[in-house]
């Protein structure tokens, strides 16, 4: 069954193998009238690019984006936007060795047991080249969000056990540096310590933090498709993210009800919150305060090691993956999570333009 | 926009308010042929009950469930069961006073920003009896899953800070302890916590675990519906929970690849894995092994003491909530997260016997 | 899987069999702030009611809604809207000797190889009493709509051979008429050709037609979810529908292209057309003209004379279906049309206030 | 909001303009293991494709299509299948003019109200040339159905007053005849008419009939989603198409129930019926007999004559549409029908595998 189209009123279908001809995307149902040209996209494709760092893979992914369809005069259409990404520098040849066993950490025996057999080229479908496709389509929900004084900012939060100090925090500097961490410093130790583990062959995982600020409150459905439900699935259906958090997350299981408790002030006849350990999010509507998410990302599963494992005939096997590998994949993943955030906080606010039957009726009175 | 319905292949409509005449759900593409009473829902229900213990609201609410449709001569139609359950001891004058303010901690402002207004008894829909619904569909998920050898078992894992031993694990302690601790040392001591918060005007949080064994290896699909994306979003959709993990969660942020992939191993034909850091999980896809997810719920936050907070007409007020609250919802949460895991899986089996086209000629074949 | 839920904004779950319990439906996503009250919708349930005429079967029906959930002080609360009739007056009885056999014309040998076996009593889910949740839905649309100036109009076209006299037309006539006839004269025609019909063991069919004034153009989506496809859709899903056509429908297919387009003008700066042989839908969407859609309804498949059938076993059998039947169903299923286009049109306004980026900038401004 | 994605269990995201670079599809949720070369799909688009007959555009539309996804090894991978065809012989000049002005019979006036503007170059995404993403997803379930011994063969069976002869029905034959009718000298008098028509500067309409056989009784989901339903909501999808009949169609309204009525019997053990005035399809399910449904198109709305209209300035206008266009759009609609009914049966089949709960257990217990 499908399982690759997300979004209710923006529907996003995505598309591609990691050595496939291409990746791409369909975004169906995004609003007319935007202007939108490839570079807007191509800036954060390059976000999510191997570069030239330690940091991530050797390996060269121009990844360079195409408008197919769904823009016309430099303005969304309201017709299906298609985007395409070519594969140029994919080499087979590295992965064939991997079709006869399962490599763990990774989805090889999954595909194997559901389909009966699997495109092993790099991973086929279950690669992170998966992303691309995510990441085109958000970047159009980033734009329009801007629009309206949304902010959607994504960063490394940490990396192993380095973490940031939030009193050095600047967003701008999350895109510049080699770890997507928002502080220097941070960055400083952490590729010290991603150096060290692709010394010893072994990976890294890590924290992607995002906060999403100028969302009204209000913003989410009742009950299941509550904004902290879906941006929990948008967010775990990234691969290697195995925890999601909203707001204090984990630490509130030990919290008190008096300290969890934000209290509501109003100041200047602006009603805010005094604190804001629910991360901006109540009963599953937005509360009108920052919205924050994490991510709790995975070490790298493919390693230059030798492991155990088993071969496609039940045999216990030892292996040793091939191929260039990210020794860490959270600064990569960064712009992942931040546009899969814009894509649900998006879907959302358009779900909720038709909250009341005065915001109907107010509308096509206006016309 | 519609929220309050969930599932691909069987789809569950939930309705209904703390203090309205009912609450129910309608639980449309549910196979048909299985057998299936009001008690089989009943025992499910009982366990979300608030008891006579003190870690729960001295509010007396019986919950009986009745059967409208879909089930004919004891078995189930295959056409949508509707299943109600009437509120009988609500007393919205308890509640009148909340109708002016804003409770910290819950969605009371949210609903009042995105609907221009609001049920406030109780919470209207937002109040943890919306849960009734998702339970009892649920049930009947559990009920088929067994039939195929699939159990799935939630508890409290810890309250505050009071965690279980898990030398001490006993599934069919968490049906009896007051916690739903399965472990009845833990469970005394939880208990003395919760009676010391409760005194003190405040609440407690904790955390909810589930297992599922039996699950065959490739349920999930691909990308944005994935398995641990679907049941994040399925946990995380019930109120007071702030962060869901799979399997290691958390921690793997800040472990490295050698120790965090399972190795697979094949021990007398069969193939498994020498740990379980994934949960369960890997790529998006069931992989053989016991799934495991956790919950993190907040506490309470209504709570017996002095909060501020603002009214609706955005002045500065203090307010005390009243009413009958639970110092702690974990252990009534607790069936709720194993009823909405069952559905989620369920669901995805069903999406996953169409994943071949061998599958598809196959079933038509056989007739 | 699930059939029984319709609407992509505004979702409603249909239950309920012919002799269950009650029947009912969950609307989930309706808009907050509309003043309801059951009488509102119990109007149109009492227009699919059966009567005292010759024109329906003399069963009583009283079919009482209830609101269950969704209204609060007499407003809609955004939340889902339960809404339930009992069954009070059928006799499982008179239907025991169908389960045996399969009735011409009628879904029984479906139900039975789809599910194994059926509720045989009155029809079961695939009984004409499905339609009150559907009504019942609808009306609520209903409401809304008028208050934004459209009208949805269903009456009765024809009924076997005899035709209402546009000249004649009168759409509250309609609302008296036991035939749903907009015209009294041609009402009286073919009360007289139902008591023959009647006398002689047989049935009759008809045509539905509804005119749907007051949207505005462009509503609908591009390719599959155009206006037509989904007004067809929700038409076609009444039980003895056999036939759907969109303004001159059949008669297009031997028209000349300078015949069939409908001329634009400009009459005192309003858009309109000079012809209306598109029904008021053009490429799928609204093109600002009345829509006007018909329903091509089958004799009712109960009929009191002989028929030859199998039964269950596989034999050959002659059959008499006994019970009390509508000699034709067109009368009733009037409500049943104009609730479903309602619905449907709805529903694609919701959708359609999204289709501009400045739409939803707009929205969000003026907040 | 999306609109141009269809299908529950197989989903189908259709993309590109008239005009734009390319055209195309992504089909996700289709089951892995069927071969599947770029040929089989290219069989079904040359039958789209403009002919050197008198019956089609003198335009030349290469058409070829690309496999970028979802296929390894000549095998599907279960992942999304993404499906390209490049526009090449496009000439956007032909359609300048057009852009100030609203053709009659279009849906340029409902896009411009809808959007604020409008790809105008060839009719922009409602231009017939959508198409092409539908009819290269259906080859792949008409293969796929063929494989279970399920046939759908859709043919013209009329142009303008030109009807076939059902005694001259050759299936083969409405491959070859540039009207796609099974009977050749039908097609002969039909091209006569065609050729008329076009020197009148005039077009035509007709019906197309598509007929499936081998589907199981019980494929289709109650209520809302009936395999009528379905079928007609695809169908009338077709640009043109005005109205959808199945099996006896319009002609029921004026049948009796004792004619209608289709007598079941058991003939060697088989369960058949005497007639088949159904269509196949009772109560929404299939009923085991051959499945028909007709289409009916109008005639192509473009036409060299002059035309009264309205500029996008609201100014009465008199036009003359530029372009090569199909005097009739019958012939190439043809393989749209049969694909678009082959996508609806074979979607509803995968939903049916799940309809008892004996078939998920069993499915489950083989492995």
Redesign the interface.
Known sequence: ???????????V?????SH?????C?I??F????DLTEEDIQNFLDRRKPGQTDASTPRKEDDIV?????V?NG????????L?VKNTSQKSADYKEIASY?R????????D???????Y?GG???SGR?TIGRVAAGALCIK?LE??GIKVCAYTK?I??VEIDYSKFDPATRLITPTAMPDEEADKRAMDLIRA?KEA???????IECRITGV???????????L???????V??I?A??????????A???????????????VA?R?SK?TNH??GI???????SEIIIRA????????A?T????NNQ???VEINVKGRHDPVVVPRAVVVVETMCALTVLDL?????????????D???K?
């Open positions: 069954m499908s399982g690759s189209i997300t979004g209710k009123n923006i529907k279908s995505t598309w591609g193998e496939g001809k291409a990746l791409g369909v169906d149902g609003p007319a009238g935007m195409e408008i197919l369809s769904g016309f303005k969304t259409t309201g017709t299906p936007i298609s395409m399962y763990p950490g990774h989805a090889d025996y999954g595909y047991q559901k389909y009966g057999f699997r495109d080229r086929g479908r279950s998966e329009l629009k309206m940490s192993g056990d583990a062959k072994d990976s890294l995982g890590g924290v009204p409150a209000g913003i989410g459905e009742p009950v299941f498709d509550k902290d439900a879906l941006l929990s699935s948008a775990m259906s691969g993210v195995k925890a999601v958090e909203i707001g204090d997350g984990v509130v299981s030990r919290m008190k009800g008096s300290v969890n408790n934000d209290a509501f002030e109003a006849q009603i005094k629910s991360g109540l009963g599953g509507l937005s509360d009108g709790h990302v995975k070490p790298t599963p493919s390693i090691s492991q155990e494992s088993i039940g045999a216990n606010m358009i779900s909720n333009m038709s909250a009341t039957a005065d915001a109907i009726t509308f096509y009175k016309r």
